[in-house]
């Protein structure tokens, strides 16, 4: 099996079906792509477009699976391999390739220590001990005897690395490695790999839905949709000039901190143009003006006549604690400690951290889901009705059994019938969903549809104050782009003061007037989103920013 | 781990003392004692000599302490059925019925990992195979029992289906036969109580045999669809070792603590297979005392049978925190 | 999963619909009393005019059997309704309001959970008395806790549930809270434990007139039947046996249709 070879990876032709359903589901269709030693191959895409399929097939994932078929060919460091049968991947599966995955929690095994995971793979303790400074974790000992559920989202990770790096295989998978993880850590994961890449010498093959972390990492990315390639080549190429375009339209969703923020992103959108149709305030050569660069959002700016200043939201020395363990073991954790937010009438603020920084329990007691030990909650309700929030998973935010038009019609109960339908159709009108849908329940819509549906809920009666809770994290980036867009065409336009929770400084910077940087419970900076980048002046401000991917 | 013991003894007392309450409050007011003792006809004067004697005119916690120190002195009372002490008829019956409870969850054990080997092969009998294990989960006690009768004694001849055994009471110290032949070297008489054995402790295993497969087979297949069993695959392990290293320890704890809950199911088929195999055991002597109206034993081997239903619990609970360390930091 | 199992559940509601049917109606038109002797003592089944036999008395077996599913069945359905809307209403009120009520109520119910259920019938159904209402009274008494502890799980799980915040933040509260957002997807898990518990309360009353704590012979109860039968075993093993195996088949059809009603609701995503 020593015939020369140029890549530790090479797929030719290669389509998966799956066959449990009728008709059969083309899951990979025709893929052909190849990873050099040493090199980084990113395989982007978003959900359903294949890439995981890909990532299973050449680990030989797939080969229990019953109602898979394929064709094409898979050679792994030299040797050919069937992707449906078990037979010739002993000794290449865990040895010659092995993986990374996107969920370091469930992929380990809670009952056992790491140090037993570890030594199964490196052989002694002294290994497992070297191979957990390599990836560098501090005080190895204690973490040899952990459980991963003692570890954090980052530790356990690295251990997962570990694992995978230990037998020195010729190719690694990477799925989505850092998906799970908080900004900060995701970047020195990254750093992580790339490093033990070039010590060890291995091919990557780098599975990722998100466009920033394939530019940083790879030296060549293949583009997928619906199980093709689309587009491959070098990275600096295919994200400095795409060619295709659907990959010009991802590429163009992406946010950075140079994005503008006058203007709606991305590249023109259907959902998004009829939306501004609907304010009756658009130009008439829309679609042209946008993509030209000449639609600005403060034609959408309606006159407004009540007075300005106020503020709707005000928070003054609010703290937060919460109790952990039970009978003999009562403790407190700190979550919040005196912490200081206004949002003025109209204004845009976003709360940026990262988890377990306090930014949810804030916008829990703004909405009224908890209440503060301590500290004074202020909205202003003359501005609109209440408090009104969208969620991050719009699936679970909405019952799955009402329909669409029973839950929008909820918050007009004191209406009668007629005026009501009349509110609901408007309202579905304004984020762009056909009114027939008000007679679907929420499992038959997709995930962007959804997330419409929790808008059009939060403004079927204009809010004083609208809480978004990572509204776009769940999404894929076209569809976080449009509705990022209708957001900022409904701020413009209702003059809706908005609360922006995320981890996003890219995302936050659009939506916002000003961005507060919060940390172990306590603001530690507020500055005004246009000029973030040189404003930031705290360490952990800047940690975020450098966090952020070109 | 020290804390977690603590907290479940300290919920183990707090469950104990509830069952003396609740088997106090049955003996006191369940019944009518004083009938029970002097019968119908008695006259109303020896009726109320009766109750002062009996102490039924103090205030209830009185009572109540009343009969904590009986029970910690022992004094259980005489059974209206034996017309014995009823402390000595439970120190000779409580042995029988330890020993019959054992081979019961032995072979509760057993089964359960045998089925759930089965269930987990794929075959196109697996249909006619859940209708089987389906019949015996819904079947009750008395049928398998009467079933094992007319099979493997009516039919067959092959085991005896009365008693403990057919020598004669044990010589031996801890009153399980099969131990004390083994202890005394007498072979042919451990033998002998074993085949005793077998049809009861079957009739009454079954049940939570089968329950226990479910459990485990479930158990078994959730994990080898988990992510971390893809890890393990995904580094190279082979499936009999993903399913001996992975598999088998996370189903191990829901396997372990359903058994505890089936300890229950156990000790009330241990009543009725008692009754059919005449066995001299508390079984036997509870449906004699609710044949005879005996509400106090009833109630006093009641507690017995539930105080032992909870303590196993307790241990399998932290039995469960040593084996999963999720158990335990929960 | 093959379609023949599919239909094996279809088979197991359609035999059930027999059943129940055959169980209201049977003993009408049944030629013979249950308690008054129809024939010569010990005939086996299949004798003519005794499909099932005659027991030691010579009361036909066939009657007694239909009248004493008839009780099984009235008996278990009391049970697990009064049981499970008991269950349920203390559950939703212990999940929903939350506070000293929750903990209160679930202290109660964990005490009752720790417990051995069947014991603890016995001993409570002996103090109130042998029959069959005190051991209706026993076993829904040790029965309810079950449901409160799994419907206070549901709605509090439910009640964390986003949807319901969401609700919540519309406005809806109360009443109407519990009823549009979160009893909807409570229901089916305890119509589902319903149905496969309605089997283990029929074994369960069974076992408890079997121990004596039914109605007094010659009572055509199932379980009375089968231990009162059991001494004529050797000569005469349809008198224990019959009785048996029909509180055995009403058990299995039970859950063999719950079992079902558990996938089809599982299927739809309930």
């Known amino acids: 099996m020593s015939k020369p070879h140029a890549g530790v990876l090479e797929v030719a032709g290669l389509s998966i079906r799956y066959t449990s359903r009728t008709p059969a589901v083309l899951a990979v269709d025709d893929v052909s792509l190849t990873v050099a030693p040493g090199q980084c191959v990113g395989l982007v895409g978003e959900s359903g477009s294949g890439k995981s399929t890909i990532g299973a097939a050449v680990q030989g994932l797939l080969t229990r699976e019953t109602h898979v078929e394929a064709d094409g060919t898979v050679r792994v460091d030299g040797v050919d391999l069937d992707v449906t049968a078990e037979a010739g991947w002993d000794g290449v599966r865990g040895h010659r390739v092995t993986t990374v995955f996107q969920d370091p929690m469930s992929s380990l095994d809670p009952t056992m220590t790491v140090g037993r995971m570890l030594t199964r793979v490196t052989g002694s303790k002294q290994e497992s001990l070297r191979w957990l400074e390599a990836v560098e974790i501090r005080d190895p000992g204690t973490v040899l005897r952990a459980y991963p559920h003692q570890l954090s989202g980052g530790m356990r990770q690295r251990v997962m690395i570990a694992l995978a790096l230990a037998r020195g295989p010729a190719l690694l998978v990477a799925d989505e490695p850092t998906t799970a993880l908080d900004v900060s850590v995701q970047a020195q994961i990254l750093r992580l790999l790339t490093r033990e890449r070039e010590r060890l010498g291995c091919g990557v093959l780098f599975i990722t839905h998100d466009l920033g972390v394939a530019r940083a990492m790879c030296d060549e990315v293949a583009v997928m949709r619906h199980g093709r390639l689309v587009e491959r080549g070098p990275a600096a190429t295919v994200f400095g000039a795409p060619a295709e375009p659907y990959t010009q339209r991802l590429v163009a969703s992406r946010l950075t901190l140079s994005t503008d923020r006058q203007r709606p992103i991305g590249l023109p959108d259907p959902t998004v143009l009829t939306a501004m149709r609907e304010t009756g305030a658009a130009p008439d050569d829309l679609e042209h003006r946008w993509e030209r660069g000449d639609l600005h959002w403060s034609s959408f700016t309606r006159e407004r006549t009540e007075v300005r200043g106020g503020h709707t939201l005000e928070l003054a020395g609010v703290t937060k604690s919460f109790r952990t363990g039970g009978l003999f073991g009562a403790a407190h954790k700190t979550v919040l400690t005196g912490v200081d937010l206004r949002v003025a009438r109209h204004q845009s603020v976003a709360l940026v951290g990262e988890s377990g920084s306090g930014k949810s329990t804030i916008l829990r007691i703004v909405a009224g889901l908890e209440t503060a030990d301590a500290g004074d909650v202020y909205v202003d309700r003359t501005q609109g009705a209440g408090v009104q929030v969208v969620f991050q998973d719009a699936g679970a935010s909405l019952t799955p059994w009402r329909t669409v038009g029973q839950l929008l019609a909820e918050r007009l109960e004191d209406l009668p019938k007629k005026e009501r339908d009349q509110r609901v159709r408007l309202a579905l009108e304004r984020v762009a969903l056909d009114p027939a849908l008000a007679g679907s329940r929420p499992g038959q819509l997709s995930g ?49 003061s908005i609360l922006f929770v995320t981890h996003d400084l890219a995302a936050a910077r659009i939506i916002a007037d000003r961005v507060d940087v919060i940390s172990d419970g306590t603001i530690v900076e507020q500055v005004p989103a246009a000029s973030m980048s040189t404003d930031m002046t705290s360490e952990y401000g800047r940690r975020l920013l450098d966090a952020v991917l070109a | 781990m020290l804390r977690f013991t603590v907290r479940r003894i300290a919920s183990l007392i707090v469950v104990l003392f509830a069952l003396l309450v609740l088997v106090f409050l049955i003996s006191r007011y369940g019944g009518d004692p004083v009938r029970g003792y002097l ?292 | 999963m093959p379609s023949w199992l599919r239909r094996g559940e279809t088979l197991a509601v359609v035999m059930l619909s027999v059943v129940l049917v055959a169980a209201l109606i049977g003993p009408l038109l049944s030629p013979y009393s249950s308690i008054i002797p129809s024939g010569a003592p010990h005939l086996p089944p299949l004798s003519a005019g005794h499909l099932f036999g005659t027991d030691e008395l010579g009361l036909d077996i066939a009657t007694r059997i239909l009248e004493g599913t008839r009780t099984s069945l009235l008996t278990a359905l009391v049970v697990t309704v009064i049981a499970a809307v008991a269950g349920m209403l203390i559950g939703t009120l212990a999940g929903f309001v939350g506070g000293v009520l929750d903990t209160v109520l679930m202290r109660v119910t964990d005490l009752f959970l720790a417990l051995p259920a069947t014991i603890v019938a016995m001993a409570v159904a002996a103090g109130l008395g042998t029959g069959l209402t005190s051991s209706m009274i ?133």
């Not at chain 3, 005469?236 to 009403?250: C, Q, T, Y």
């Open chain 2, 39 to 330: 019968g119908a006809n008695a006259s109303a004067d020896a009726v109320a000599a009766m109750r002062t004697r009996l102490g039924l005119d103090q205030p209830i916690w009185v009572q109540f302490a009343d009969y904590l120190s009986r029970l910690a002195r022992l004094d259980l009372g005489t059974s209206l059925a034996t017309r014995r002490p009823v402390a000595a008829e439970l120190a000779q019956r409580i042995p029988a019925t330890a020993e019959l409870a054992l081979w019961t969850v032995f072979f509760s054990v057993l089964i359960g990992i045998l089925l759930a080997r089965v269930y987990t092969l794929k075959s196109r009998f697996s249909g006619v195979l859940r209708l089987i294990l389906f019949s015996a989960a819904s079947a009750p006690a008395f049928l398998i029992a009467t079933g094992g009768v007319l099979i493997f004694f009516v039919q067959l001849h092959w085991l005896p289906v009365s008693g403990r055994t057919g020598y004669g009471p044990s010589t031996g110290l801890s009153g399980m036969y099969v131990l004390d032949g083994l202890l005394t070297g007498n072979l042919p008489y451990a033998m002998d109580a074993l085949r005793h054995l077998i049809l009861p402790a079957l009739a009454a295993s079954l049940g939570p045999g089968v329950a226990l497969a479910r459990v485990l087979a479930d158990g078994l297949s959730t994990s080898l669809r988990s992510a971390y069993a893809r890890t393990a695959r995904s580094l190279g392990e082979t499936e009999s070792a993903v399913l001996r290293r992975h598999g088998l320890r996370n189903a191990a704890s829901p396997a372990l603590s359903l058994l505890g809950v089936q300890v229950g199911m156990m000790l009330s088929s241990l009543v009725v297979v008692e009754q059919i195999f005449s066995w001299n055991g508390l079984g036997q002597f509870l449906v004699r005392a609710i044949g005879g109206a005996d509400t106090a034993t009833v109630a006093t081997i009641s507690l017995l049978l539930g105080a032992f239903y909870v303590v196993v619990n307790a241990l399998v609970d932290i039995a469960l925190a040593v084996v999963d360390p999720r158990v335990r930091l929960s």
């Open chain 3, 138 to 270: 026993a076993i829904t008494v040790v029965w309810w806790p079950l449901y409160a502890r799994l419907v206070r799980g549901e709605v509090r799980r439910t009640a964390r549930a986003l949807h319901v915040e969401a609700a919540r933040m519309s406005g809806t509260r109360g009443t109407r809270l519990v009823l549009r957002h979160v009893l909807p997807s409570v229901l089916p898990t305890v119509a589902v434990t319903a149905s496969l518990d309605i089997g283990g309360v029929i074994v369960t009353v069974a076992a408890l007139s079997f121990v004596g704590l039914g109605a007094p012979a010659p009572a055509p109860e199932l379980g009375l039947m089968a231990s009162a039968g059991l001494q004529y075993v050797v000569n005469s093993w349809w008198i224990p046996v019959l009785p048996g195996l029909a509180v055995g088949l009403l058990s299995l059809l039970f859950n063999y249709a719950g079992d079902g009603l558990r996938a089809v609701l599982r299927g739809k995503g309930a």
């Open chain 1, 448 to 496: 962007g549809q959804r997330q419409r549906v929790a808008i059009a809920r939060a403004i079927v009666v204009p809010p004083a104050l609208l809480l978004c809770d990572e509204p776009t994290s769940a999404l894929d980036v076209s569809v976080a782009c449009s509705v990022l867009n209708l957001l900022n065409l409904l701020r413009h336009e209702l003059g809706l």
